[in-house]
């Protein structure tokens, strides 16, 4: 079956820290991968995605990298702010399926 | 464009009572998602639509739970009757292609 593992949190972090959020995940198929990024009281926010093996998406500053030889899609960030503060959520789509698996999720904290 | 609109954005009833969530997708919005995010955990799919009809509603406690998407436009969840367990937030999203959503606020529901 299809699933989505990350790394537990909290995270706390001081700012222009160097930040990485562990992502593997496991499917059937081949499937489409994303991080959402969820801010207090707010809805789920697309940030960015990849759907082949070797894309690299990107999005205000944030990379992650698909990995199919380790079926990891892990985001980075080179120098995170005060602002980035939030939850991330790393998910999962098949190309040939409909339905979208999310990880728990990692909250993160940025400090000044 | 505008985005997701859900109503309300919060909703505190007792158990064995009933509520019902609304959400608006973008316009030109074929697919629409109803997901339940409990604290801590990743959204949990409920049910997805392709215009009017159901894709996937395998995770849905259909004897309590309904959903419709009439017109192929505005959606409705309905709880009938709430247990505790339900206290959560109902999330809805909606999407052009089944590999990318757009999630609106949520729905924060507390069942006391």
Known sequence: GNSVTQMEGPVTLSEEAFLTINCTYTATGYPSLFWYVQYPGEGLQLLLKATKADDKGSNKGFEATYRKETTSFHLEKGSVQVSDSAVYFCALVELTGNQFYFGTGTSLTVIP | ?112
Not at chain 2, 70 to 75: A, I, Q, R
Not at chain 2, 78 to 102: F, H, M, N, W
């Open chain 2, 1 to 112: 464009e505008a985005g997701v609109a859900q109503s309300p954005r919060y909703k505190i009833i007792e158990k064995r009572q009933s509520v019902a969530f609304w959400c608006n997708p973008i316009s030109g919005h074929a697919t629409l998602y109803w997901y339940q995010q409990i604290l801590g955990q990743g959204p949990k799919l409920l049910i997805q639509f392709q215009n009017n009809g159901v894709v996937d509603d395998s995770q849905l406690p259909k004897d309590r739970f309904s959903a419709e998407r009439l017109k192929g436009v505005d959606s409705t969840l309905k709880i009938q009757p709430a247990k505790l367990e339900d206290s959560a937030v109902y999330l809805c999203a909606s999407g052009r292609r089944t590999d990318t959503q757009y999630f609106g606020p949520g729905t924060r529901l507390t069942v006391l």
